[in-house]
């Protein structure tokens, strides 16, 4: 396996607020290849945006509590200093944001805003070279006539066009590692498409690496190579996408995937959910987080399983769950398809 | 542009019109206010009375009064009950010292109301915030007219460190003119200070939760960047607003530092003509005052579509 771009080992993020404390993040850890498209899934609260936040720092503030490590190409970011974070940020990792409505300046123009990221990196580059960088950025991820539009302020352009032109902003300055936090939340489903497409032609083009957030399976099928699911702060199960999506281990991803409506099936009469809320951060149960939500629950259960690999096929397939490989197998068939029971 | 102009100017008109019939229905209410009985004098034959009526029209039906005086307003030829002396005179001789006053003191309030409204936003929280915030909120409790007698009272009767006001012409003597105007600028720079860096301080704490304040720390921006360009700009807004009421507002007359500090100016012949209930200065100051803050409140429109793209003068209606 080549050496990992980037190292996240027990990554752990609470902030403190009046009520008591709140791990958002407990424990998590993962690499990402170059080249690679890593997927983190989990729904709202699941931990998934402060994690990717926090790998450029963007978390901290005096009521942040972060501990662990990330490490870009061997370089330590937990606690770099704010100049050397600077540095990381825009220029070897790019992020993009999930709305694209209020992620631009509305009182600069879109090229603008392109040219300062470059030139807060590149005090070399004049601002007409700077110029010349964002029209051809903003060429390539497809803002059609982009020496005209450059000009136009971000009310302007469309959802859409400003998706891309947030993507063109981050890759301004080629970047190795694209952290997307649902870039296609906001956007209607045509545009999703597009904003998809556009992120797997870069990953195919310009070998970028990807973290793509979001709590969408669908998206994920789309462009993913592996898989991270996040429930609760925690990591309950990291695989390929095909061991995500053919061989799930987590009763959590179960029903993520249960709840997926498809075409390619008969419409059911309701949408299958997962019963329940999660938990609060600040009150977890004790033991797995997921257990007060899961119909499989046993004696096991109120002790915390680790991130293990448990099937002797497949050694990068983690999940946290007591259960046996066999009996998830069986137990995570619901009339005829991978889903979650309702709860008895 | 040119439509939101002629739009602004026919609102202008409306509010001027508006105003000065308050005022003269207002003055034409309040009891005692016989300007005939007040210009012959207490025990004044009804003979005198009678001539000074038919002379200024006094018993002329209210309309015909007002438009009479209106008429004067606008060829310049109002002249006040008290002393008869031209109105439009008067108020260009004051307008020197009201409005030195208030650039003076706007300067003040700007720059000390946004350096500390800064301060406490980017310290949220911390000690300076804290401080900052018990010295703004002592700065707009306190009322002026006490703050001027309490200045006048240690800073020139009794240690003599600065005069007590009066205007010296500029042109005559700049440094002297700074010097009578040190004390009336920093005691109406005060409040205000208090009131910008109060503002200032929560438009920017809403600022940097925006996502693009986010957006600008991720693409690699120096902190220093990120406030200066992306959250002062779009945190000017609210100050800008305040700005335009306020400075409008003083232009009109300062009645109470002018007449404190003997200043001379607009304001305080506001002050004396209302002791003597002359309505023509009044009305004309009534108007002159209406029409700066209508004229502020424009500059302000249009210093918004600067600040904000998004706001279009005159096509914004569309």
Known sequence: MTEPLLCVRDL?????????????????????????????????????????QTIIGLTRSPNSRIAGSVRLRGAELIDAGDDELRKVRGEQIGMVFQDPMTSFNPVYRVGRQIVEAVRAHRRDIGNSEAREIAVEMLDSVGIPDPAQRIDDYPHEFSGGMRQRAMIAMALALEPELLIADEPTTALDVTVQAQILALLERLN???????ILITHD???????????????????????????IFYDPQHPYTWGLLGSLTRIDRDRPERLPQISGAPPSLQSLPQGCPFRPRCPHEFDRCPELPGLDARLAEAPAHLD????????KRELRQVEGQIGLEAPK | MARFVVRRLIGMVAVLFAVSVLTFLVFNVIPNSDPAQRMAGRAAKPEL???????????DPLPQQYLTMMGKVFSG????????????????EGIPATVSLCLGAAVIWLFFGILFGYLSAVRAGGLLDRGLTVLAVTGISMPVFWLAAIFLNYLTYKTEIFPSGEY???????????????????TLAILYVGFYSRVLRSSMLDVMNEDYVRTARAKGLSERRVMSRHVMRNSLIPIV?????????????????EAIFSLNGVGQYAYESLQSLDLPPIMAIVLYGAFFVVLLNTLVDIAYAYLDPRIRLGTSAQ
């Open chain 1, 12 to 52: 752990r993020v609470g902030f403190v607020t009046e009520t008591g404390r709140v791990q958002a993040a407990d424990g998590v850890s993962f690499d990402v290849a170059p080249g690679e498209v890593l997927a983190i899934v989990g729904e709202s609260g699941s931990g998934k945006s402060v994690t990717a």
């Open chain 1, 204 to 210: 195919r083009e310009r070998g970028l690496a990807t």
């Open chain 1, 217 to 243: 399976l669908g998206v994920v099928a789309e462009v993913a190579d592996r898989v991270l699911v996040m429930y609760a702060g925690r990591v309950v199960e990291q695989g390929t996408l095909d061991e």
């Open chain 1, 320 to 327: 946290r769950c007591w259960l046996e490989p066999e009996e």
């Open chain 2, 49 to 59: 009375i009678a001539t000074i009526n038919e002379e200024w029209g006094f018993e």
């Open chain 2, 77 to 92: 030829d109002l002249v006040s009950y008290k002393g008869r002396e031209n109105v439009e005179e008067r108020i260009v």
């Open chain 2, 168 to 186: 010296v012409e500029f042109t005559t003597d700049p440094l002297e003119w700074a010097n009578h105007l040190i004390l009336p600028w920093i």
């Open chain 2, 241 to 257: 607003t305040l700005f335009g009421l306020d400075f409008g507002a003083l232009l009109g007359g300062a009645i109470l530092i």
